[in-house]
């Protein structure tokens, strides 16, 4: 897809590769906060994880468990990994991609999870009657 960050053939993608297979890859993350962490994204461009073949699925399984010994080696104390699929969820690239976050004990957020940013009294949609 042109202009896609994550296609490999554009040459835009930010980062080092630090694990691939057949169809999919592990990048580092390049933010500044966030460290021993990345995303593991397909070769084949598709939007969400629905869209994902079985062998696309099966192959992210077997990089996860790659990239969890390449990341062991920092003794992270747990992990996150999620996905956004969305404008309004977070995806900022249009391309699937899998987070993958290192967490250690001397976070200031530790302990936090991911539920952290959704179960905030100001998240709560006006439109829901609770």
Known sequence: MENCNFCLEN?????????KNDLCYFVESIDPVIKHAGMIITYRHVLTPFELSDEEWLSM?????????????????????????????????????????ARFSDEP??????????????????????
Not at 11 to 19: D, R, S, V
Not at 63 to 75: A, F, P, T, W
Not at 110 to 130: D, L, W
């Open 109 to 130: 957020l530790r302990g936090k999870g991911i539920r952290y940013a959704f179960k905030q009294e100001t998240n709560k949609r006006p439109s829901i009657a609770y």
């Open 11 to 19: 040459n835009t993608l930010k980062g080092e590769i630090l694990a």
């Open 61 to 101: 399984k077997n990089l996860l468990r790659e990239v969890k010994e390449i990341l062991d080696k920092y003794n992270p104390s747990g992990y996150n990994i999620g996905w956004n699929i969305g404008d309004d969820a977070g995806q900022n690239v249009n391309h699937v991609h899998l987070h993958v976050i």
